[in-house]
């Protein structure tokens, strides 16, 4: 495995695991009548275990790192919010209006994502990381 594969790896795997870790926080505090606790602490060990077998092993965190991580989730997420990719999947919109609204703030969300991911990239390079 070549490295952009591992780093795209550990990116969407790490991302799970933060993701399931604050749901298992949650569910603790709460208390789990329906057994999720226990499925979710079991699906990240076999996480952690993706993540040994690719050789990424637990490291202190980067807050900057897991920002530029979520923020290629979130671009993909916006990509497939624009209307003509989400009327494909949930039907046309009920006015020209409506479409364009979402298009601006769909644009807009790409604009400060961006600038989110460039500044955590130049706050990591001041950092030295």
């Given amino acids: 495995m070549q490295s952009q594969h591992v780093r795209y790896l550990k990116s969407c795997l790490e991302t799970m695991d933060e993701t399931l870790e604050q749901y298992e926080l949650r569910l603790e505090k709460k208390g789990d009548p329906r057994n999720t ?48 990719r989400f009327q494909k999947s949930y039907g046309r919109l009920d006015s020209k209006d409506e479409e364009e609204t979402i298009e601006r703030y769909v644009a807009g969300l790409k604009e400060k994502i961006a600038k989110l991911e460039k500044a955590c990239k130049a706050a990591r390079r001041v950092r030295g990381e």
Avoid: Q
């Fill in 37 to 84: 606790l226990k499925l979710i602490r079991e699906t990240r060990k076999e996480i952690r275990r993706f993540l040994a077998r690719i050789g990424v092993h637990p490291e202190k965190k980067d807050v900057y790192w897991e920002i530029i991580t979520s923020c290629v989730f979130f671009e993909n997420y916006l990509t497939d919010m624009e209307p003509t």
